[in-house]
């Protein structure tokens, strides 16, 4: 069987004679046919994301976009007078996504030709395409997640964000105090797993304990008892983060063993990963358990290393490691340890999450 081909990210379309049938300039009451506009629902619901590259008067092309309903679907709409080239190149920059994940959808060859020239790794395709970009292999992914099916509006909240936090004059803790963020943290199902291997997937940049746990063996103990999977979501007033984090918990009567802890770089500044660790330490300690937590140092997890050593996690050797096997593959893995104290909930977020010091302690009492 041939490698199923890279999937895309985002597709950008021309306009006129693409999108809709005709020439605004010529003829304002330009035509959107509806299968167009089927297959652009489909493919965001798909969670690929779409723009634009078209030479026309940006007012007026947005304004038609609006009039016809489907200026929401777009991102970093360029319209202009300028090569379409820089176009998607731009785009492909706004949203940090490779050349090699756009594509392209233009009516006239000669535009295709100047895109293919330039940015050679952009997929090209003719506007006879359109109705049939929904069934070719690299629109359609084999899982579409909650997460993903929001993609968009994931971004475009993501945008307005980062805008606000710009013209924020104040300090940052009021800034976060702003945004009203909700963290969710829960036991995973299924679903939950999925969603966190597609941000691992997407974004490469799981800032993890450099402890790497692959998802058959996160999958395989969903169920039991002795292990926790735990998943972490973030929200505020602008929309979803959508799935942040991952945490796998081993349980032993003295001794709670975090044997993973990974959070996307995309939240290291809502301090999200400090929130959680909070959050468990406290809970261990309501539950009459010391902590303790695998570490590897990567160039690239600096910012966890600082989280654990800030919530109090030394190299100190304690007797509750007697419990625990050896760490369980490689070198370099250090054991962090801490004697859980209580913590105060987070001022700069709203909390749910799972009491899970109230379970154990009656989990305990019923095996008396
Ligand atoms: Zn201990």
Redesign the pocket.
């Known amino acids: 069987m041939p490698d199923k081909p890279k999937l895309v990210k985002c597709l950008v379309w021309d306009l006129d004679n693409t999108l809709w049938q005709g020439t605004l300039l010529e003829d304002p009451e330009v035509r959107l046919p509806s299968e167009i506009r089927d297959t652009i629902v489909q493919l965001d619901s798909r969670g690929i994301l779409q723009s634009i590259a078209s030479k026309n008067d940006y007012d007026l092309a947005w304004r038609r976009l609006e009039d016809l309903g489907v200026a929401e679907y777009f991102v970093h709409a360029q319209i202009g007078w300028g090569r379409k080239s820089d176009s998607v190149r731009q785009i492909a920059d706004q949203l940090n996504f490779a050349l090699d994940t756009i594509a392209f959808i233009d009516d006239l060859p000669s535009e295709r030709a100047e895109v293919s020239f330039r940015a050679a790794e952009v997929r090209c395709y003719a506007a006879e395409q359109a109705l049939s970009l929904a069934s070719l292999p690299e629109f359609s992914p084999e899982t579409v997640t909650i997460d993903a099916r929001r993609r968009r509006q994931m971004y475009q909240a993501s945008f307005r964000r980062d805008a606000e936090r710009e013209s924020f004059s104040g300090p940052d803790e009021e800034f976060l105090r702003s945004l009203e963020l909700v963290m969710t943290i829960k036991r995973a199902d299924e679903e939950d797993l999925s969603r966190v291997e597609e941000l691992t997937l997407r974004t490469s940049q799981m800032n993890a304990t450099g402890v790497h746990y692959p998802d058959e063996v996160l999958r395989a103990l969903l169920g039991d008892p002795a292990h926790e999977v735990l998943t972490v979501t973030l929200t505020d007033r602008f929309g979803p983060h959508g799935a942040v984090g991952v945490l796998l918990l081993d349980y032993h009567r003295?001794?709670w063993h975090l044997k993973l802890l990974a959070t996307s770089c995309r939240v290291v500044s809502f301090g999200a990963g400090a929130v959680v660790l909070n959050w468990l330490i406290d809970q261990a300690a309501r539950a009459g358990a010391?902590l303790?937590a695998d570490f590897r140092p990567t160039d690239r997890n600096r910012m966890m290393d600082i989280a654990y050593r800030f919530a109090g996690f030394t190299g100190d050797s304690?007797?509750?490691?007697a419990e625990l096997g050896p760490p369980a593959d490689h070198d370099g893995v250090q054991r962090l340890?801490l004697?859980a104290d209580p913590r105060q909930a987070p001022t700069t977020m709203r909390l749910i999450s799972p009491d899970l010091a109230a379970e154990r302690l009656e989990r305990s009492d019923s095996m008396r």
């Open positions: 003295p001794v010391h303790t304690c007797q509750c490691a340890h004697i």
